[in-house]
């Protein structure tokens, strides 16, 4: 069965400092690797998102790290923020099945002033 | 503009009203989907349209019937749904066929469904 694992559950930081959320995946066919932001009450918005043929991708704050040995990814936010604060999805997805996207179970972070 | 527009924003029904979520898309996307996410879970894939064809449906109860008017509006129509139904229904759109945007998903804010 296709599986995204995200850790951890829940991350807490302080404001300045740098949050890291991991993810592991199983099927090697797996292409496109995007995260999403998802604040209460909202939907998920797309953050930021790599394909396998670069080792890292970064737009502002927000970098991902891609192993495609290790079929590990992360999402790391530097100068984390209080307005960070939300529930991050990784999720990965295979050009053969279209868009079909497989999440993680998602990381609530939590950045305190 | 990468809005896609959901209402109602709140709906509460009992077990045996009929009721439709409305979901409008105008950045010319040609997929759109349902999903399910309940509580502190990742969202679950319910239905794609794919050029206004039903193209994915996961084993949902038939109690959920979607529809696709046209290449901006998708439906979905409710009916004698159990409470355990209760979560945020979200709406997404895409544009397949080009390699690097098949796969950015917009998502809407959501309807909050609750079902006494």
């Known amino acids: 069965q296709q599986q995204v694992k995200q850790s951890p559950q829940s991350l807490i930081v302080q404001k300045g400092g740098i949050s890291i959320i991991n993810c592991a995946y199983e099927?090697?066919?797996?292409?496109?690797f995007p995260w999403y932001q998802q604040f209460p009450g909202k939907g998920p918005a797309l953050l930021i998102a790599i394909r396998p043929d670069v080792s890292e991708k970064k737009e502002g704050r927000f970098t991902i790290s891609f192993n495609k040995s290790a079929k590990q990814f992360s999402l790391h936010i530097m100068d984390s923020q209080p307005g960070d604060s939300a529930t991050y999805f990784c999720a990965a997805s295979k050009e053969t099945s279209g868009s079909r996207l497989t999440f993680g179970e998602g990381t609530q972070l939590t950045v305190n002033p | 503009d990468t809005e896609v527009t959901q209402t109602p924003k709140h709906l509460v029904m009992g077990m045996t009203n009929k009721k439709s979520l409305k979901c409008e898309q105008h950045?010319?996307?040609?997929?759109m989907y349902w999903y399910k996410q309940k509580a502190k879970k990742p969202p679950e894939l319910m239905f794609v349209y794919s050029y206004e064809k039903l193209s994915i449906n996961e084993s949902v109860p038939s109690r959920f019937s979607p529809e696709c008017p046209n290449s901006s509006l998708l439906n979905l129509h409710l009916h004698a749904l159990q409470p355990e139904d209760s979560a945020l229904y979200l709406c997404a759109s895409s544009q397949p066929g080009t390699e690097r945007a098949k796969n950015i998903q917009y998502f809407g804010a959501g309807t909050r469904l609750s079902v006494l």
């Open positions: 099927n090697t066919a797996f292409d496109y």
């Open positions: 950045m010319g996307h040609r997929a």
